[in-house]
């Protein structure tokens, strides 16, 4: 799962340093927090991005609503935060969430652990192509999903090297 906050080029224009930086780690000890609680294994900050892999080092049968879920749960504590930025005249920072499922190669490299494969470059796409306040999963994701999930058919999304898949808006879990 890739998450990335929409316009942030814009807010780094638009806030001072340190507020910027304040504002950024508040989201993602947010971030931590959420995917802690569903047993995700964060893998890496990058700028504004936010990296994270449900069923590494071990796989459950529940990581990819677990991933689901957790996705529901940022866009959530995301617009809940917006809300009081709106509220005291800030701007707000609108985010994208992209899941694809499929296998990685997951390890320590350095000493820093991190993921690879065509899985983790069609997650990051399935973000890049997303909007503002929504998630967005592949076909793959969505084909593990039981009926539980309230998902919209985006149809035919073109991803960058990949050319067109399927691709649904997470809506809802029950």
Known sequence: MFTDFVGFTRL????????????????????????????????????DAYMCVGGVPEGRPTHIRDTCAAALDLVQFVEGSNIQHRTLGKPEWPIRVGIHTGPVIAGYSGGTFDVWGDAVNIAARMEASGEAGKVHISEASRAFLDRSAEVVERGQTDLKNKGAMTTFFLE???
Do not use: S, Y
């Open 172 to 174: 809802k879990l029950t």
């Open 12 to 47: 780094v224009e638009q806030i001072q340093p340190g507020e910027l930086l304040d504002t950024l780690n508040t989201f993602f000890k947010g971030f931590d927090q959420i995917t802690a609680k569903h047993r995700l294994k964060k893998v890496k900050t990058i700028g």
